[in-house]
């Protein structure tokens, strides 16, 4: 696609801000930016199209426009494309100036693939996609339809995305359901620092808890002990996330719950030295038990013979494997 394009000086009144069309970039370092602008000028002058009345629509360089109208000039030198250029290729054009700056993040790749031919056979979008996002490789439809869908979720998913709080495979699960239910895990996963798999444990237990008692994940995860957990101000982020997490498990499994914590105390009374750990079977089912310990050398070796043996003559030993 060959899209010509004229360098002139243009007023600053005369660009459109407002209309965001082909807005792909997230909040950037304005700051650095501004500094770059009043030092040595614009750069890379923005990319703009004539929309009727005299105005003139931004096809990449919103943030550039914007620290200029701060630093209140007057005009600006820009590249203004063909008015008969088409939107599509404008879009290319906008999506390929920025994914050529920099790479685009998940967001911004979100919004480039919904202008790149949205609503077209996937066939006639590919192409499109592998051009302007100069990928060396075909994209995958599906990988791509996702991180598309982005755009369309909830302003509070998004945010919870943007913010590394939710992680994107959760958020296309969240996006999946009634949005009251969504929503209530977004909330939940804002208020704390979880990782993915976290977030996933999370997510199944909630579901499963609301399933079993006929409730929903919004009324699980802001009931009266969770919503005590959470606003407890004596407590940090990761402890809460321990304590909310522990909650939801001893909801789930009151059963497993109860025996893990009596064989923790248990366990206690056996008073092990340090670097030993005894585990009880995966969930309690099983009679198996692991016994664990470290060692640098053949001394240290010899030392947790002893220890086992020592372990082994404990009565609160039998009192675990013999209930």
């Known amino acids: 696609m060959h899209t010509p394009y004229e360098t002139y000086w ?32 614009l750069i ?36 203004v494309v063909d008015p008969l250029t088409s939107d599509q290729e404008c879009a290319v054009l906008a999506v390929a100036e920025n994914a050529g700056q920099r790479e685009l993040d998940i967001m911004e790749t979100s ?8 609503g077209l056979p996937w066939k006639d979008r590919a ?20 991180v598309e869908s982005l755009c369309s ?3 509070e998913i998004l945010e919870g995305v943007k913010e590394d709080a939710i992680a994107f495979p959760i958020a296309l699960k969240l996006h999946e359901m009634e949005e009251a239910e969504a929503l209530a895990f977004a909330r939940f996963f804002r208020r704390l620092a979880l990782s993915l798999g976290k977030q996933r444990e999370i997510l199944t237990l909630a579901v ?28 940090d982020m990761n402890q809460k996330a321990r304590e909310a997490r522990a909650l939801l ?4 499994f009151p059963q497993i719950t109860r025996a893990q914590e009596a064989f923790e105390a248990e366990v206690q009374g056996l008073n092990l030295p340090k670097g030993v750990r005894l585990d009880p079977p995966a969930n309690f089912e099983g009679q198996v038990y692991e016994l664990k310990f470290y060692f640098k050398n053949i001394n240290d070796l010899i030392k947790n013979q002893n220890v086992i043996i020592e372990i082994a003559e404990k009565p609160g030993l039998r009192k675990i494997l013999d209930p």
């Open 249 to 252: 498990k001893k909801t789930r």
């Open 208 to 235: 499963e808890i609301a399933a079993r008692d006929d409730l929903s994940c919004k009324a699980v995860l802001e009931s009266d002990e969770v919503a005590a957990i959470l606003n407890d101000a004596d407590k």
């Open 153 to 155: 979720m909830h302003e």
């Open 111 to 118: 919004r480039a693939l919904a202008l790149l031919g949205h």
């Open 44 to 79: 890379n002058p923005p990319l703009v199209q004539e929309s009727g009345g005299g105005m003139h629509r931004i096809i990449s360089g919103f943030r550039r426009v914007d620290v200029c109208r701060e630093l209140d000039m007057r005009r600006i030198q820009v590249r």
């Open 127 to 146: 192409g499109m996609i592998k051009d302007a996002l100069f990928l060396s490789e075909p994209p995958n439809q599906r990988r791509m339809e996702q």
């Open 10 to 41: 243009l007023a600053l009144d005369s660009i459109d801000s407002q209309d965001l069309t082909f807005k792909i970039s997230s909040a950037g370092d304005d700051e650095s930016l501004k500094r770059s602008v009043e030092s040595l000028g």
